[in-house]
């Protein structure tokens, strides 16, 4: 079987600067984390509980080559806390390579509260209890940015499970974060097998 060598290393590449992008974060006291893996498939971010304020999100397009252009979200918090924090990656070893076949999970998890700043996260995918005061909405078809956004002082997301494609913090706390692999682990989610849209319930 012909692998792709370029893309793999991409790939593994992607997912070894989101395991050392969270570790210096780890070791400089949470200073400016930034996760750059759009376009070769994303990450997974699950938690018990988030609270944020300053809420705004907007839709917007994603674009890769296995799917063309389709539709995600962008949101933006000011600052907030997230308790339960689990953030990995998966990758597929290629078949006729050492150990093909066998997925590789990247995980940075937290059993302690964790405090952020500044985050922007692109995502394709959300499940999640939301709870919302004062919420905004605006629809302007002639905005170039996005023609729906929603907008609160406070956001609540309890038993979060999402599916993001890039994220973004100014600032994070990682105390009492644990840094691991797993091998063939067992998915925890029940994201759509298509990455190629967004939603959410």
């Not at 376009?39 to 609270?51: K, P």
């Not at 674009?63 to 933006?76: D, I, L, M, Q, R």
């Not at 990758?91 to 066998?102: A, L, Q, S």
């Not at 974060?177 to 939603?199: D, E, I, L, Y």
């Amino acid at each position: 079987m012909a692998i792709n060598t370029k893309k793999f290393a991409i790939v593994i590449g992607a997912a070894l600067v989101l395991q050392a992008a969270t570790v210096g974060a780890i070791a400089t006291g949470g200073t400016a984390i930034a996760v750059p893996t759009a376009g070769v498939g994303g990450f997974t971010v699950t938690f018990d509980q988030l609270e944020g304020q300053g809420f705004t999100q907007y839709a917007s397009l994603e674009n890769s080559s296995e799917c063309g252009t389709y539709p995600s979200a962008v949101a933006k918090i000011n600052r907030g806390s997230i308790k339960g924090l689990k953030m990995y990656k998966d990758v597929e070893i290629p078949k006729g390579m050492p150990g093909g076949g066998t997925t590789v999970r990247l995980m940075i998890s937290s059993d302690k509260t964790v405090k952020f700043s500044g985050m922007t996260q692109k995502f394709t995918y959300l499940q999640g209890n939301l709870k919302m005061e004062n919420q905004k909405t605006l629809s302007d078809p002639n905005s170039m940015k996005s023609s729906f956004s929603l907008s609160a002082p406070t956001i609540v997301i309890d038993d979060g499970r999402i599916k993001a494609q890039s994220q973004f913090l100014q600032s994070i706390t990682l105390s009492g974060a644990h840094v691991k692999t797993v091998v063939n682990p067992k998915n925890t989610t029940s994201f759509p097998k298509s990455q190629c849209a967004a939603g959410g319930n």
